[in-house]
Nanobody, 123 residues
């Protein structure tokens, strides 16, 4: 059982900033990769950015240079700093966490998704 709590979505004008947060919790939880994906109406879900527990990052070309992903391993929290927002950034943003949960002698690989937080950018 992995619980994800997302926050930070909302409304912004083009050129402004928002910061998303996602906190993962659970017993005997080892969080490996955390990331953000987004889905706009009528479009497929797409990767925005991911980060490993060692700090290696990956960004979609469309957000590179504008968005910054970071994490606090002690808090099992991932952040997405979104600067220079554009109307095309409008989407529901989903937190994704790949982790392992130890249950007795067994480690379970988990791939969990948040419920999503809506970001709306107006021109």
């Amino acid at each position: 059982q992995v619980q994800l709590v997302e926050s930070g979505g909302g409304f912004a004008q083009a050129g402004n900033s928002l910061r998303l947060s996602c906190a993962a919790s659970g017993s005997a939880l080892r969080v490996n990769v955390m990331g953000w994906y987004r889905q706009a109406p009528g479009k497929q879900r797409e990767l925005v950015a991911t980060i490993t527990r060692n700090g290696l990052t990956n960004y979609a070309d469309s957000v590179k240079g504008r968005f910054t992903i970071s994490r606090d391993n002690a808090k099992n929290t991932v952040y997405l700093q979104m600067d220079s927002l554009k109307p095309e950034d409008t989407a529901v943003y989903y937190c994704n966490v790949k982790s392992q949960i130890r249950d007795g002698l067994v480690d379970y690989n988990m791939d969990d998704w948040g419920k999503g937080t809506r970001v709306t950018v107006s021109s």
